[in-house]
């Protein structure tokens, strides 16, 4: 009983400092949100239907970080939300949203990933027929 209790204590101890660490890296640092910043602006200015609207944007976005408006942002949710307000208060383009974009983590290379893998090919190309659209016997 003891033992356990102990080992039960260790757990807890550890899931409580993983989740500590964890909530200090997800703070968002100046560097980024510059970064992220110019490149919606960057994105904006290029792609956006109504270049005079993207330049106002993007100069209104720099302005707002350089007067530390998003300073108060720590996580990337309350930042893309603020970056969305901010934008659409000036384009008035209810349809532009900038969301988080999760990073991809690619799934452990074991034999068993890449035994399953073959086998979905296998399984694909059986579906397509093997990329044989139709059989015909020629005379």
Do not use: W
């Not at 890296?25 to 109504?50: C, G, P, R, W």
């Not at 993207?54 to 970080?65: I, N, R, V, W």
């Amino acid at each position: 009983m003891k033992i356990t209790f102990q080992m039960l204590f260790l757990f807890c101890i550890l899931l409580f400092n993983v989740n500590i660490s964890k909530a200090q890296n997800n703070e968002l640092t100046e560097s980024y949100k510059e970064e992220a910043i110019h490149n919606l602006s960057q994105l904006m200015n290029d792609f956006y239907v109504f270049p005079e609207v993207a330049k106002t944007t993007a100069e209104h976005l720099k302005k707002q970080f350089e007067n530390g408006y998003y300073g108060q942002f720590k996580t990337d949710e309350t930042f893309a939300n603020a970056l969305t307000e901010s934008v659409q208060s000036v384009n008035h383009d209810k349809h532009m949203r900038i969301r988080v974009n999760r990073p991809f983590v690619a799934p452990p290379n074991s034999s068993e990933r890449i035994f399953e893998e073959r086998i979905n090919g296998i399984n694909r190309s059986r579906q397509g027929n093997y990329g044989f659209q139709t059989i015909e016997i020629l005379d």
